[in-house]
């Protein structure tokens, strides 16, 4: 009986012992991933989760809403931008002698009249051909019909009474007899400085395309470099960037520009301008008018209003126009309608160091019974220069 309850228990230990050997065996196998299940329409996204390059989140203190700085809305955030450089003031060369100092500029366009005349007149015979050729040479250089007439019926008086003519007493010669005609008794200053009262009013007037304004900027200059203080009047208020390009011209000097509205009304620019001159104590008022066509009645008309504004105020001293050298014997056309709609008083001729003939000084002088103040000898800043007769002759015959 004890050897039979003996056998059961050893068959028992062993079947305990065969079953765990299988469990462990299976345990160890692994097992096939699950299938995946659906996904779920309804279901909201997935958070992101933090990649393998993220930072690892820091621990920070956080701030409550009161710790806070919040706008209060009561004054703009203002980005402070760097003051913007005033313009740089120049010192414009002086004017005593500047015309001299051109004057290898002036001659190398235009001596080719004083020495076709010098060479017609050192022929050996003066025949009728030979005086011809001379008021051909006179005419070709834009000098006029009577002007031209004049001068040669002195030169060949002179050339009578001489008898031998050596090349210095030609020259000698023709330069007085063109000085003359020149006319070297002319009033040729500018009038900037009125006795009784300041400041001086000065009118520029003239053609599209003639270099008005840039005359009346380098006008400025000069006046600056002789000591004045100027006022500048925009009043040309139909051309776009005019006023802008006179405003230049004065920042560059210390000139203030008065200006209106582009398509304003120029008379009242004009007006205002002046009254700043006034009531600044300046010297000088330069008014840059609209460079209308000669043929516009309309406009012409209107050229008379700006001064009769002006005259409201003060007196016009000056009316400078300004003709272009190169255009010869249209200038005076231009010249002479002007001249009938205000008083001009003194000619600025622009460009004389281009292919201008000098005889315009003389014909212009003849046309309007105004002198040639002004001369233009080049694109420089300072190349406006005071016409003087006898320095101008000098450049006509060369040394």
Same mark, same amino acid.
């Given at each position: 009986?004890?050897?039979?309850?003996?056998?059961?228990?050893?068959?028992?230990?062993?079947?305990?012992?065969?079953?765990?050997?299988?469990?462990?065996?299976?345990?160890?196998?692994?097992?096939?991933?699950?299938?995946?299940?659906?996904?779920?329409?309804?279901?909201?996204?997935?958070?992101?989760?933090?990649?393998?390059?993220?930072?690892?989140?820091?621990e920070e203190?956080?701030?409550?809403?009161?710790?806070?700085?919040?706008?209060?809305?009561?004054?703009?955030?203002?980005?402070?931008?760097?003051?913007?450089?005033? $313009?740089?003031? #120049?010192?414009? =060369?002086?004017?005593?002698? &500047?015309?001299?100092? +051109?004057? !290898? @500029?002036?001659?190398?366009?235009?001596?080719?009249?004083?020495?076709?005349?010098?060479?017609?007149?050192?022929?050996?015979?003066?025949?009728?051909?030979?005086?011809?050729?001379?008021?051909?040479?006179?005419?070709?250089?834009?000098?006029?019909?009577? $002007?031209?007439? #004049?001068?040669? =019926?002195?030169?060949?008086? &002179?050339?009578?009474? +001489?008898? !031998? @003519?050596?090349?210095?007493?030609?020259?000698?010669?023709?330069?007085?007899?063109?000085?003359?005609?020149?006319?070297?008794?002319?009033?040729?200053?500018?009038?900037?400085?009125?006795?009784?009262?300041k400041p001086?009013?000065?009118?520029?007037?003239?053609?599209?395309?003639?270099?008005?304004?840039?005359?009346?900027?380098?006008?400025?200059?000069?006046?600056?470099?002789?000591?004045?203080?100027?006022?500048?009047?925009?009043?040309?208020?139909?051309?776009?960037?005019?006023?802008?390009?006179?405003?230049?011209?004065?920042?560059?000097?210390?000139?203030?520009?008065?200006?209106?509205?582009?398509?304003?009304?120029?008379?009242?620019?004009?007006?205002?301008?002046?009254?700043?001159?006034?009531?600044?104590?300046?010297?000088?008022?330069?008014?840059?008018?609209?460079?209308?066509?000669?043929?516009?009645?309309?406009?012409?008309?209107?050229?008379?209003?700006?001064?009769?504004?002006?005259?409201?105020?003060?007196?016009?001293?000056?009316?400078?126009?300004?003709?272009?050298?190169?255009?010869?014997?249209?200038?005076?056309?231009?010249?002479?309608?002007?001249?009938?709609?205000?008083?001009?008083?003194?000619?600025?001729?622009?460009?004389?160091?281009?292919?201008?003939?000098?005889?315009?000084?003389?014909?212009?002088?003849r046309e309007?019974?105004?002198?040639?103040?002004?001369?233009?000898?080049?694109?420089?800043?300072?190349?406006?220069?005071?016409?003087?007769?006898?320095?101008?002759?000098?450049?006509?015959?060369?040394?």
């Amino acid at each position: 009986m004890d050897i039979v309850i003996l056998a059961v228990v050893i068959a028992v230990v062993v079947l305990g012992a065969l079953g765990g050997l299988i469990v462990g065996s299976r345990r160890k196998k692994q097992l096939p991933p699950p299938p995946p299940a659906a996904p779920d329409i309804t279901a909201p996204p997935a958070e992101p989760h933090v990649g393998d390059e993220a930072e690892t989140p820091r621990e920070e203190p956080r701030r409550t809403i009161e710790e806070v700085d919040l706008p209060d809305g009561s004054a703009p955030v203002v980005v402070e931008e760097p003051p913007a450089e005033a $313009p740089q003031i #120049e010192i414009p =060369e002086p004017t005593a002698g &500047r015309l001299v100092r +051109l004057r !290898t @500029r002036l001659s190398r366009s235009q001596n080719a009249l004083g020495k076709g005349l010098l060479t017609l007149l050192s022929r050996e015979h003066l025949d009728e051909d030979t005086w011809e050729e001379i008021e051909d040479t006179l005419l070709t250089a834009d000098v006029g019909v009577q $002007p031209t007439q #004049e001068l040669v =019926e002195r030169l060949r008086e &002179r050339v009578k009474v +001489l008898g !031998t @003519r050596t090349p210095e007493e030609l020259r000698t010669l023709l330069r007085e007899e063109l000085v003359t005609l020149v006319g070297p008794d002319m009033d040729r200053v500018v009038k900037t400085e009125p006795e009784d009262r300041k400041p001086g009013i000065v009118m520029v007037v003239g053609v599209n395309g003639t270099g008005k304004t840039t005359t009346t900027g380098k006008l400025a200059r000069v006046l600056v470099a002789d000591g004045q203080s100027v006022v500048l009047g925009a009043a040309d208020t139909f051309r776009a960037a005019a006023a802008d390009q006179l405003q230049t011209w004065g920042e560059r000097v210390g000139a203030h520009t008065v200006r209106g509205p582009e398509g304003g009304d120029p008379a009242s620019v004009a007006f205002d301008a002046v009254k700043e001159g006034k009531e600044t104590g300046a010297n000088v008022v330069l008014i840059d008018t609209a460079g209308r066509l000669h043929t516009k009645t309309g406009l012409m008309d209107e050229l008379g209003k700006v001064k009769r504004v002006v005259e409201k105020q003060a007196p016009v001293d000056e009316v400078l126009l300004v003709l272009d050298a190169t255009t010869g014997q249209n200038g005076l056309v231009q010249a002479r309608v002007f001249s009938e709609v205000v008083d001009i008083t003194g000619i600025v001729l622009t460009k004389l160091d281009g292919t201008a003939k000098g005889g315009i000084v003389v014909a212009v002088q003849r046309e309007l019974g105004v002198p040639v103040k002004l001369v233009g000898l080049g694109e420089g800043a300072d190349d406006l220069a005071p016409f003087e007769p006898e320095a101008f002759v000098d450049a006509l015959i060369g040394e």
